[in-house]
């Protein structure tokens, strides 16, 4: 029940939004259906950790620990960048860089965008994931080319390009899926792409088959996640398009992007038995975390730093992953809540900062503790959480990452620590002389999602703790 | 009984060499029909032929034996061709001597002697032409080598008789590789004989040719017998298009008798004369491709010649 | 070989015209050419799934072949066609790597894929699991249509050909995917090229072209 008033609100915004979205309410209105969607999604929450995991709708969906978090957390930041969005875009208009129809067009594609990723979430039918996977991209294209500069025609078309070609890769790989389990679970129904059947059975699944479907449904979910070298797009769509957007995709999209990999990930591994799986994505992650590093160094757009930082912690959220076992895997998920909240807070605050100043290459931008002290407060904390400074929520899950790979890995912990190092240097260098060298608007969204990050820095509630380590057990254990 | 293989050969080497010229005259008709003009006669390369035997041959100061004696080579190569192509029967005494590829060969030493021919006089034209032929001939053999050799893989044997009875006897199938095999051939077919897109056979511009450019310096009966010989090599090409992808009607091994011999005569005239509307089709809907893209025509030849071969061993059909 | 029931073996044909289909693509310079090869992939595609529908017998296939004819044959080639008549986009230019090295690289890419194919056709249980290395490649070749060309209008039929080739590998190994799948693939598909189609519009009231020449001037000094 919870879970179709959960579908329904972002699908009825996204209907309304298309119709009515420039009128001066929209920003509004538009928060008000990212509120109804927290609520459901809390709901749907407190059901799940009162009566445990369910599925519905004749076993199409299906929630259960891991993924109601995700969905909750989707939800909490879809709200609180509608927040940021509802000033925000009302300057974007009054500097007459968009029109009304496409404020109409932005309100409306961000509903459908929210409500394709909840459905990413729930669905229990691999298929079903591809779908929703395929429509977040779409109904996000749009929105990177809103401004219709040349420059964000070209992130749009790379975009959609090469998340296109990425995702008819992952669409092999669920054929090839569906190839290996209709051999064991029958053709009839359609009981063969549901991800609790083949969890079931997957110690029986064709190892060859679903090695070769993992590879392929790697790279193409892996180009969503952003892992290198398939991440050309996402440094330009992050700089091109608004920064609402930059703040949903870097916090929100790539997650659901690892939530499938990952599923897939557990399939494969109890099929195999063997390692390679994980390997692999201890493989992609490091690489990621290695390249985007550097790459910081030579940015000069603050979007498109913090674009390669996003890059690099999905690097160390796919290794951990990668890692296995409970502990790696708690680390990967708590990685993936604060990340999500920092980096929205990191983009909500930059967003701002770009606006007062009018330009987002960083070189221009100065002073911005005397210009607005609350962005620049911000932005400095923001970048001290992503950063892994204690007592950030950050540094937590990364602690437990490299405790791990010292235990298990060894041989990757110098890299890791390497990489790390290098992002503090250039990230650190880049926004203190932004920071050091006056408008009210509404701070609210970023100083919350900090204090978030510092609370689960310093304290995750018992009942969160149990949450992940179900998921992880869920993750590992099965 | 042991009578008929003899009989056979010997009247598929008349045959070859009686109606070439008439085939070539037919393909004229063919294409004025379709032009909407009227043609000559279908005889006149035979009195063509006849008229250049009466002439007396005029040659080069500087004209070597071989150039005297090419023209014999090529005819003679192209009758040897013409007796181990199984037009009428499937059981020949000579197809012992030679296979499909041993076929190739005997082409390409024709053309290799009229390429020299050619280049023996040393004229800028006829060195054109023996360039150009040259070129074409390197790239139309690995086509049609891949062509038989596909051909081949369905029959388990690279001796064309044995190929074409493979297929005659066995009960219809759709083999997709025969399908893509047969337009390389096709392609081959118009490269190797100097037809539309390739070369046109009517041209009287000697910076297009390329075969008519190497017999600019022949008279009388050398100039006679390399007419002829290229109608028998237009001729061979389409039988063993014949013997590769419609053997049907060909008197195969089972059936030695007169009667499918006899029948035989009259479906190869039949499928001459549907082979002749064909390249007449063809050479009208085309237009001359530039010399400088040839090459690009037989690669193509040749990718769908090993298209057809990947598709067979993947298909096994 | 000649063993084979007559209806796969039409099968068969049609699998290898639908490979011929994919190399005549990657050599096709004509845009309008590109988006008529496009719909005679979707119309095999069709009549396969129809062949297929009436041997097994199973009715979602139908409605699947349906679909197919509805979308891939008359739809999208008349939008890419209005498109293009509005955008102006008739010819592509030379390809990156010449003809002929395009042809012989497309060659390699068959070879591989069915090689790559093999261990899957082996573990198939249906009738034309040897079909699957065929869609294999025309997703390579798709892919090698689409890297090797410069004009946007020729990307996005290489994209749609892969996705032909992606639904005839689906049909060759498992007779389809569930109908829920397929039609929201074909949803997915047809969203796709409507924002295409108000893309494009955009790309060219900006530059003024839909070279792709335009689109590579991000680099990472910005």
Sequence with gaps: MELIVLLAIPLAGAAWAAVLGERPYAPEANTAFSFATLIAAAALAMRVIGEGSFSAADEQFFIDPFNVFLVTLTAFVGFTTSLFSRPYMRIEFEHGRIKPRQLRLYHSMYQLFVAAMLIALTSNNMGLVWVAMEAATLSTVLLVTLYRTPASLEAGWKYFILCGVGIAQALFGTILLYFAAEKVLGGEGMTALLWTHLNAVKGSLEPAVLSLAFVFLLVGYGTKVGLVPLHNWLPDAHAEGPTPISAVLSGLLLNVAAYAVVRCKVLVEGSLGSPLPGRMLMAFGLFSVVVASFFLWRQRDIKRLFAYSSIEHMGIITFAFGMGGPVANFAALLHMTVHSLTKSAIFFAVGHAAQKAGTQVMDDIRGLITLSPTVGWGLMLGALAILGLPPFGVFASEFLILTTAMRDHPWATPILLLALGVAFAAIFGRVQPMVFGETSAKRLPVFAHLGLVLMLGVFIPPSLAEWFRLAAQLIAGS | MSVIPWLTQALEVLAAIAVAPLFGGWIVQCRAWLQNKSAPSIWLPYRAIHKLFHKEAVLAERASPLFRFAPYVVFGSMVCAAAIIPSMGTRLPFSGAADAIALVGLLATARVFVSLAAMDVGTAFGTLGARREMMVGFLAEPALLMVIFVASLISSSTALPEISDALATQPFALYPSLAFTAVAFVLVLLAENARIPVDNPATHLELTMIHEAMLLEYSARHLALMEWAAALKLFNYACIGFALFVPWGVATEQAQTPAALFASLPILAAKLAAAGVGLALIETVSAKLRVFRAPEFLATAFLLAVLGLLVNLLLRA | ?222
């Excluded at chain 3, 490649?137 to 020729?154: D, G």
């Excluded at chain 3, 892969?162 to 389809?176: D, K, Q, R």
């Excluded at chain 3, 074909?186 to 839909?210: H, T």
């Design chain 3, 1 to 222: 070989m000649s063993e084979l029931p007559f209806d796969l073996q039409i099968l068969n044909a049609l699998a290898a015209l639908f490979l011929l289909l994919a190399f005549a693509m990657l050599a096709q310079r004509r845009v309008v050419a590109l988006v008529s090869l496009l719909a005679f992939q979707g119309a095999l595609l069709c009549a396969a799934t129809l062949l297929l529908a009436h041997r097994t017998g199973q009715w979602h296939l139908y409605f699947s072949a349906l679909l197919t004819l509805a979308l891939k044959v008359v739809f999208l080639p008349w939008l890419l066609r209005r498109l293009i008549r509005r955008l102006g986009v008739y010819w592509d230019s030379e390809p990156l790597i010449n003809t002929t090295a395009t042809m012989l690289l497309g060659l390699l890419v068959v070879i591989f894929s069915f090689g790559l194919a093999q261990p899957i056709a082996a573990l198939a249980s249906t009738a034309t699991r040897n079909a699957i290395g065929i869609a294999v490649a025309v997703v390579l070749l798709a892919f090698l249509t689409m890297i090797t060309r410069r004009k946007a209008m020729s990307q996005v039929v290489g994209f749609l050909s892969m996705e032909n080739g992606l639904f005839f590998g689906a049909m060759s190994a498992t007779y389809g995917m569930p109908m829920i799948v397929e039609l929201g693939v074909a949803l997915d598909v047809l969203v796709a090229m409507l924002v295409l189609g108000v893309f494009f519009f955009q790309i060219r009231e900006q530059f003024d072209s839909l070279d792709l020449h335009h689109l590579e001037s991000l680099k990472e000094e910005q």
